[in-house]
């Protein structure tokens, strides 16, 4: 009976796992991807668009609306933070969301941060992002 018990548990907290481990904050399908943008990494500024700071780690550069459609707010970007540009070991990820509508070929700066209390951050002077996407939740 013991036994019986201890693998009725068990199969229904799997179950329940695999059902509360939907998509993550970044790459979410439940949100409504973009496909009418073009982004660049990179401002006057900083024309890298990658800077180590003391709180953490910093991507920023442009997105333009390149449809024929206005993207209306509220709107958002997204992104994976890497170690380094193979793309082998994320570190996270970060979200932005926008409460202004960007209009057809209007451009707007975008800025993604990560940090954690868990990393030194200095030590990934050569960190880049992949899976950039602007978005509206559903």
Same mark, same amino acid.
């Not at 998509?23 to 073009?38: A, Y």
């Not at 982004?39 to 449809?67: C, E, F, H, P, R």
């Given at each position: ?12 907290? /799997? ?58 707010a509220?709107?958002? /970007? ?11 070991f ?13 209009? /057809? ?11 954690? !209390?868990?990393?030194?951050? !200095? ?11 602007a978005?509206i939740?559903?």
């Amino acid at each position: 009976m013991y036994k019986s018990y201890l693998l009725i548990s068990l199969i229904v907290c /799997v179950i329940m796992m695999v059902i509360s481990c939907g998509d993550g904050v970044i790459g979410s399908k439940s949100n409504r991807t973009i496909s009418h943008i073009e982004w660049s990494l990179g401002t006057l500024q900083d024309s890298t668009g990658y800077v180590v700071t003391n709180s953490g780690l910093k991507a920023t550069g442009t997105i333009t609306n390149v449809g024929d459609t206005t993207i209306l707010a509220p709107w958002y /970007v997204e992104a994976e933070f890497y170690v380094d540009s193979t793309f082998s070991f994320i570190l996270g990820g970060d979200q932005v969301s926008y409460n202004e509508n960007l209009y /057809v070929n209007n451009s707007r700066f975008w800025t993604l941060e990560f940090s954690s !209390s868990e990393i030194d951050e !200095s030590l990934y002077q050569d960190f880049a992002i992949k899976n950039f996407r602007a978005f509206i939740k559903k």
